[in-house]
């Protein structure tokens, strides 16, 4: 072993491990990071690419909207140049489980958390508008659309970048080097062997994504997750749409986006109970048949085969409830008072569009162990080292209650509805006064003609 320990080490370069690698090393800590693959090849890149709030979190899960939007805000001031905006069509049909009033209100809500992160209000399309925004869609039976936006990031270029960032830093990175021991002394987690060497730390941050239970494992600690795996189809360099779109899916119980971006257009994801091993998580036939053939209801002409699909793991946090009900809330866990390890920090659950300030809350946790009270000081300059103009102030979401409200399902979900049920009642009211009007093609385009 080296005899000079890093401050910490970090098990895992998706977006999570480079943000927090970034935050220690601009927060002036030795670090070490070890990717066992390419920097945000897991989960990262698999995700939608979409920094966004969660407009479905609203029907269950109402804080993680806003802490997701609160966050996301951060990374367009920082990462801006890998973002663009992403106006989104979302088409309703009759006979849909959610009619044009009931998106619309859900959209009123999200507008109110959309200014956090440079979002636009929503509009309404009449269906002539949606029509020829989206040449294609199917015509019959459509009431109108509904548009927000979201921001598309390319998602393994935005930790590869953070990572970069983190090397600026003065941190070490060692991509393609798979963390293969935690080293102890006695109880107490000591450093990593990687590649051959013993990097010593004072704390390891496991930051593994879905993997974080089988990390814990090499410590002799646990940390169980609800993994759910998501795949999209890829048709790559092809733009089958000219703006992204979130359709209700053939068993009307879920939706799926249809994104047109620089890597293809993708379609997708599922959102099904994956194997406990993320190892072991595969696209299935029956997920492509339902992805193919929930695109195809507003498509008549969509070609055949996909030329790739990808999977991933969503690291939800393990919680009681149903899979409908998952919250996608993040949280710094200490394997000393959880399991009896001290020198051992896991950052689990969360989103890419939360990533900083998870990486915030898993370095404030080490600074503590380490006995160094700092600020994190990632909101304040750019990935590429510029510095961040005036930051607006938002309110953010009651951690406690938040917290609370993970733990308690029916509650969150009740919360959530609570706020929908007032906002519907307030939308219905506007739309009889003729306060909801409809919107064309030009407004559309006026719109989003700037970035
Ligand atoms: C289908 C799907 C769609 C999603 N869409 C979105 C979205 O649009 N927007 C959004 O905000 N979030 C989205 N998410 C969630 C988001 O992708 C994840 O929350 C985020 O990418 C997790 O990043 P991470 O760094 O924690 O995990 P990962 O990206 O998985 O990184 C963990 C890393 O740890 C490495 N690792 C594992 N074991 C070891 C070891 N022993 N040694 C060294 N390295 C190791 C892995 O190789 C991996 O690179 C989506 C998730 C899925 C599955």
């Known amino acids: 072993m080296s005899a000079d320990p890093y401050d910490v080490v970090v098990i895992g370069g998706g977006v999570t491990g480079a943000g927090v690698a970034r935050d220690a090393a601009l927060r002036g800590l ?44 951060h990374i367009v001031r920082t990462a801006g140049d890998l973002l663009t905006r992403l ?21 009123e809500e999200y507008d ?22 989206v040449p294609g869609l199917k015509a019959e039976g459509l009431r109108g ?27 070490e990175a060692l991509v393609r080097v798979p963390a293969e021991a935690i080293l102890r002394d006695g109880a107490r987690v000591v450093g990593v062997r990687a590649g051959g060497r013993d990097l010593r730390a004072k704390v390891v941050v496991n930051a593994a994504g879905p993997w974080v239970d089988k990390v814990a494992r090499l410590a002799g600690a646990s940390l169980p997750l609800r993994l759910m795996k998501g795949t999209h189809l890829i048709w790559k360099d092809q733009k089958l749409v000219p703006v992204g779109l979130l359709v209700e899916a053939v068993d009307r119980g879920r939706y799926v986006f ?83 390890v001290p020198g051992l920090l896991t950052i ?38 510029k510095p961040v103009g005036p930051i607006p102030v938002w309110p953010r979401p009651p951690r406690g209650l938040k917290r609370f409200l993970r733990r308690h399902p029916y509650l969150r979900e009740a919360h959530a509805l609570a706020h929908l049920g007032a906002a519907l009642g307030a939308h219905l009211a506007r739309r009889a006064a003729g306060l909801c009007p409809a919107s064309g093609e030009d407004e559309f385009r006026a719109r989003y003609a700037a970035r």
């Open 87 to 107: 106006p989104i069509v979302w088409p309703v049909y009759r006979g849909h489980s959610r009619g044009l009033e009931t998106v619309e209100t859900l959209l």
């Open 348 to 385: 689990g659950g969360g989103k890419m569009s939360d990533y900083r300030v998870m990486a915030e809350a898993a370095v404030d946790a080490a600074c503590r162990k380490l006995g160094a009270e700092t600020r994190g000081t990632t909101q304040d300059s750019t990935l590429d080292g």
């Open 145 to 171: 659309a509904l548009v927000f936006d979201e921001w598309w990031v390319d998602a393994q270029a935005l930790a590869a970048r953070t990572l970069d960032s983190a090397r600026r830093a003065g941190a």
């Open 258 to 340: 249809v994104v047109p971006s620089p890597l293809g257009t993708w379609v997708g994801p599922t959102d099904i109970p994956g194997p406990d091993d993320p190892d072991a998580t595969r696209t299935t036939a029956d997920e492509v048949d339902y992805l193919q053939r929930s695109v195809r209801l507003y498509f008549a002409k969509w070609p055949e085969k996909p030329d790739a699909t990808i999977v991933g793991s969503r690291p939800i946090l393990g919680q009681p409830g149903s899979e409908k009900l998952l919250s996608r809330d993040f949280e710094v866990f200490d394997h000393e008072t959880r399991d009896g």
């Open 30 to 73: 030795r670090v070490a990071l070890v990717e066992r693959g390419e920097a945000g090849g897991g989960t990262t890149a698999a995700s939608t690419h979409l920094i966004h709030g969660g407009v479905r979190y609203l029907l269950y899960d109402r804080l993680t909207t806003h802490a997701t939007c609160w966050d996301s805000g």
């Open 112 to 133: 109110r958390f959309q200014p956090m992160k440079y979002g636009r209000p929503h509009l309404r399309l009449t269906p002539e508008a949606t029509l020829k925004i």
